[in-house]
């Protein structure tokens, strides 16, 4: 077997298996899903976008449907996602509209997707699950993008970002 076989099958062996995280709150279910949605942007890097120039701010439309998007300093907007299901305060999924090389993907069907979920704990405490999965649906490449989300700068530090935020203004 050439190298090139072997590297075409130790890639194929990556299982997709989701990435998931889980963060606990001290919110409600209800503060929490309005932070992570509607108060997206007050959480978000500015680092973290895939326009040409830097990014103003970040907008999830909350409903089905709805855009996820960027604007960046220049007054483009840059997609990124869309929500495809939408249940306050409990869940939304939302399409991953973005390439293994971080370019906006307009086709659904070659989007990974993310999963949240706010479960109230009880004692004014939520825990928010996150589960992004599918990778396998943007080709070439998708081993390295779920290997990005999965670390401490993906959505392990973006759900830090989330928690302080939500308990800062809670």
Known sequence: MSSAEQSLQSASAVPDTPVRKNVTVKASVEHAFE???????RWWPRSHHIGQVPM???VMEGHVGGRCYSEQTDGSECDWGEITA????????MAWKITAQWQYEPDLAKSSEVEVTFTALGNGLTRVDLEH??????????????GMVDSEGGWNGLLQAFAAEAEKTN
């Open 56 to 58: 103003k701010r970040t």
């Open 35 to 41: 932070v992570f949605t509607a108060g997206f942007d």
């Open 86 to 93: 939408w249940e306050p305060p409990r869940r939304f999924v």
């Open 133 to 146: 999965r599918h990778f396998s649906r943007i080709g070439a490449g998708w081993e390295t993008m779920r």
